[in-house]
């Protein structure tokens, strides 16, 4: 199975005063160790680097260099996908917004979806309850039990 991961595992396994950070940090280890196709589309990382770095969400947010580290050993992955737009993503990101008039914190995951839908993927490790909003989108939370 391949699947996509949204930034709230990677930012949790981050943050170490997260009440999910243990879990968060083991599922990445597991992602990391793992051979299937993990993809993390370039929304994602941004949006991780923006997060981890930023002093009014974290209480000890990450320095630039310690962020970057952090994606560059995850991207450098042989099973890890970082594939982007093309020229037919604003055809499906239109499809996508018919489904569900995306509009503030809802266009990140639309936009995120349409990356899905153009690439074949089909499911997302998140705790981001928005994504069950979208049509034929499996939602695998990352630290539920089993």
Not at 61 to 67: G, I, K, V
Not at 84 to 111: C, K
Request: glycine fraction near 4%.
């Amino acid at each position: 199975m391949s699947a996509a991961i949204d930034v709230n595992p990677l930012v949790y396994a981050s943050d170490t005063s997260s009440p999910f950070h243990e879990a968060a940090l083991s599922f990445v280890e597991r992602i990391a160790a793992g051979r299937e196709l993990v993809y993390v589309f370039w929304p994602t990382a941004m949006a991780y680097l923006r997060i981890a770095t930023h002093p009014a969400i974290f209480a000890r947010p990450l320095s630039s260099h310690e962020a970057i580290a952090n994606l560059r050993s995850l991207l450098g992955l042989p099973h890890v996908r970082t594939p982007g737009e093309d020229g037919s993503f604003w055809a499906t990101f239109d499809t996508v917004a018919a489904e569900v008039a995306p509009r503030g914190n809802l266009v990140p995951d639309a936009h995120i979806v349409a990356l899905m839908r153009s690439y074949g993927v089909d499911a997302i490790w998140t705790r981001d309850r928005d994504f069950l909003k979208f049509d034929a989108v499996r939602v695998l939370d990352p630290f539920a039990p089993g």
